[in-house]
């Protein structure tokens, strides 16, 4: 971010508009092929887009937004965050904790642009622990999705972690680091419906 607030007004604006693009063209993908999600993701558009679901708090860094979806019985939440790198702030993550179909357990799933390194994964290190790196499921024409089933030891280390850094590569040579914030995680995540 600049140091003008005009200028941080800009590029969060630009960001927003990139990740709400992004999301909606998910949310069309999923309805027309079927997957099931527990969460559509449309309703995770940014507030200064016509969202349809909305932000019912703010955890930190975390948003929690909720929407009861065409044909649900009950309202469905995530939290969710939207990163850029510092150094490329065309190079976005929309970062999204939901429960599972199931509601047995909880996914993160990872948005990240177009033009990315696929085979390389995702990468994850939380407090300088690698974690581990996850597979794209598929891609769509806004963007690349993986998601990981979170297991408690991940939830943990969300919630105590105090930085955590997401991984990309663009070359196999070339990973960027995107830091994630971990404040507010472990309060929102209590809240997650």
């Known amino acids: 971010m600049r140091d003008g607030n005009g200028e941080q007004r800009v ?31 449309a309703p995770l558009s940014m507030p200064d887009v016509q969202a349809q679901g909305l932000v019912r708090n703010t955890f930190g860094d975390w948003q929690l937004r909720c929407e009861t979806p065409a044909g649900a019985k009950a309202e469905q939440c995530a939290l969710v965050q939207y990163l850029a790198a510092e150094d490329r702030p065309n190079l976005t993550l929309v970062v999204i904790v939901l429960k599972t ?3 047995r357990g909880y996914l993160l799933r990872v948005v990240a642009p177009l033009g990315i390194l696929l085979p390389s ?15 794209f499921v ?18 943990k280390q969300f919630s ?3 930085q955590a850094t997401f991984i990309v ?5 070339e990973g960027v680091g995107i830091p994630l914030s971990m404040k ?4 929102g995540f209590q809240n997650l419906k």
Do not use: H, Y
């Not at 590029?11 to 092929?33: I, P």
């Not at 994964?121 to 597979?135: P, W």
């Open 11 to 41: 590029e969060l604006r630009g960001l927003r508009q990139r990740a709400s693009r992004v999301l909606d063209g998910l949310a069309r993908l999923t309805a027309l092929a079927g997957f099931g999600l527990a969460f559509s993701l």
């Open 101 to 103: 179909a199931d509601n």
């Open 121 to 135: 994964g995702l990468g994850l290190k939380i407090d300088q622990t690698d974690v581990g790196r996850a597979g």
């Open 138 to 155: 598929r891609c769509l024409t806004t963007g690349c999705v993986a998601e990981v089933v979170m297991d408690d030891g991940l939830v």
């Open 160 to 162: 105590n972690g105090a």
């Open 169 to 173: 590569f663009q070359t196999p040579e």
């Open 184 to 187: 507010g995680f472990g309060q």
